[in-house]
């Protein structure tokens, strides 16, 4: 199973744009800070994810407030074909309930 749920802010963000295939699509870049727990102690865990969001989902990302925090989910996959890095591919996100 590939799926990745993240609470982030959204940092960054480029301008909607097309595919050739005429799909709408938005790339942004997500940032995370939290305390996680590892091998019985506390960790420090902060880093930025490159992320998308294709079809629908892109209007709501360009619209959605840079720096506002964010619910996440949707999978990793690679960049392109050739590439070892990934990018985070959004399928949905929303506002972080309270606790």
């Known amino acids: 199973m590939n799926q990745l749920q993240v609470i982030a ?3 960054e963000r480029d301008v909607l744009r097309y595919t050739p295939a005429g799909i709408p699509i938005v790339t942004a870049r997500l940032q995370h800070q939290s305390e996680q727990m590892e091998a019985g102690m506390q960790r420090q865990v902060e880093f930025e994810i490159a992320a998308l969001a294709a079809g629908e ?6 619209r959605a407030a ?5 619910r996440f989910t949707g999978f990793l996959a690679r960049r392109n074909r050739n590439s070892k890095s990934v990018v ?3 399928v949905d ?7």
């Open 88 to 90: 985070f591919h959004i």
């Open 93 to 99: 996100f929303g506002p972080v309930a309270p606790d």
């Open 66 to 70: 840079l720096g506002e925090v964010f």
């Open 57 to 62: 989902i892109s209007g709501a990302l360009n």
């Open 9 to 11: 802010s959204l940092a």
